[in-house]
């Protein structure tokens, strides 16, 4: 079968870095995305990696790896409203989307 | 990218009414649109593919007759949960996706539909 893991919750400190991990399971694979989510909205895209390595995007970075089936998503100098869930996706053979249930992050102070 | 737009917002409804909850492309003709649904803590689940002037395609385990997906032009298509019982009750939302310069089709959602059946 089909399958996202990340963790369920993470807690960090404002100003800090985060790093939310991802692995996949999937029937083929056409690139993996990050969308950010705050509660009670739709999701909204943060970025794609396809090749592996690093793709950096301002305070947001996102890794690949393909032959580890593995993702994560680096989110420096936390702020506050930085605080939401962040979705792991990933597009199959098939081009449809697969998703993580999501990792919520809570900022302290 | 493209502007998606879901009405109601939000919606409260008595069990075994029908509810229809519309999605609309503001700035782009989408031929696909796809309905997803969300329970708290939970992933997003696709529903089905809405196709624009043909039936629309459902997910395994999706009951097509309690799910009516109409898809009647190439900027609206309409989910319409009928008979719904508190089961139902949950984040609805619609997404249309649109190839980008990057070479991958991204998916822009519409804001969401909360329903809550009493």
């Known amino acids: 079968g089909q399958n996202i893991d990340q963790p369920t919750e993470m807690t960090a400190t404002e100003g800090a870095i985060v790093q939310i991990n991802c692995t996949y399971q999937t029937s083929g694979f056409n690139g993996l995305f990050w969308y950010q989510q705050h509660a009670g909205e739709a999701p909204t895209f943060l970025s794609y990696n396809v090749l592996d390595g690093l793709e950096e995007k301002g305070r947001f970075s996102s890794f690949l790896s393909r032959s580890k089936g593995y993702s994560y998503l680096l989110l420096k100098e936390l702020q506050m409203k930085d605080s939401a869930s962040y979705l792991c996706a990933v597009s199959d053979s098939n081009y449809q989307l697969i998703w993580g249930a999501g990792t919520k992050l809570i900022i302290k102070p | 990218g493209a502007v998606v737009s879901q009405h109601p917002s939000w919606v409260i409804c008595k069990s075994g009414t029908s509810v229809k909850i519309e999605c609309r492309s503001l700035?782009?003709?989408?031929?696909?649109m796809f309905w997803y649904r969300q329970f708290p803590k939970q992933s997003l689940m696709l529903m089905a593919t809405s196709n624009e002037g043909s039936k629309a395609t459902y997910e395994q385990g999706v009951e097509k007759d309690k799910f009516l997906i109409n898809h009647a032009s190439l900027t609206l298509s309409t989910l319409t949960v009928t008979s719904a019982h508190p089961e139902d009750s949950s984040f609805y939302i619609c997404?249309?996706?649109?190839?980008?310069?990057?070479?991958?089709?991204?998916?822009?959602f519409g804001p969401g539909t909360r329903l809550t059946v009493l």
């Open positions: 997404s249309v996706t649109l190839e980008t310069s990057g070479d991958y089709n991204e998916q822009f």
């Open positions: 700035d782009f003709q989408a031929t696909t």
